[in-house]
């Protein structure tokens, strides 16, 4: 059984759109005679690889703690989207994409996600793109970036199509050594009250 990682280091090597970066702080330590080490972990909602919740565009959305756990576990598809520009209807249109598919995209961005600085020019989504897989009825869509949204375009409208028709979305992913194909993929979020999103630990297991 191989299981390959896809998810990117939590460290101050990860992009973000703030200037808030995680931090792991050392509260007990061994070197210093404590009997164990415990650190505090401090990050935000949607740091480095991460899933979305529809809370996080829906005021009364499910969270990470009420959201149906099958949007991150289960059957995915990896498709290699060689994308130059952002993702259009026309870019799915090719690929067997099936109603209840968790469909992961790989637009050869990963190397993206160990580097500090954002970068604006980001592939992502287009609306047509969104609304296809809406039509397509699939349970959740990944990226190998931050954001299934471009930069800088108002309102969010990827997301809201997405969540707000019953599509998970997970950010951040590392596929670049991922062959296309179909795996398990786990993915779960924290059981976070109230969480509008959530890091995760991001596996591909082989069917």
């Known amino acids: 059984m191989k299981i390959y990682d896809i998810t990117a280091s939590i460290s101050n090597n990860l992009p973000t759109y703030s200037e808030e970066r995680p931090e792991i702080i050392p509260l007990v330590q061994m070197e210093k005679g404590d009997i ?99 039509e397509k009825k699939i349970k959740t869509v990944g990226i190998d970036y931050l954001s299934v949204d471009p930069y800088g375009v108002p309102d969010f409208p990827v997301h809201k199509i997405l969540l707000t028709n019953g599509i998970a979305a997970l950010e951040g992913l590392v596929l670049r050594h991922v062959p296309a194909g179909e795996y398990i993929l786990s993915a779960l979020p924290h059981k976070l009250p109230g969480g509008d999103g959530s890091p995760v630990r991001a596996v591909l297991v082989e069917m």
């Open 36 to 134: 164990c080490n415990v650190s505090r972990h401090i990050t935000t909602t949607h740091t480095g690889t991460h899933a979305d919740m529809p809370r996080h565009f829906i005021a009364d959305g499910a969270d990470c703690e009420s959201v149906d756990l099958r949007h991150f576990y289960g059957t995915a598809k990896v498709l290699k989207i060689p994308a130059t520009s952002h993702i259009t209807k026309a870019d799915l249109e090719g690929h067997d994409i099936q109603p209840g598919d968790i469909i992961l995209l790989d637009t050869g961005q990963s190397k993206y996600m160990s580097q500090p600085n954002l970068r604006e020019d980001f592939i992502a989504l287009t609306s047509s793109a969104a609304e296809y897989l809406v």
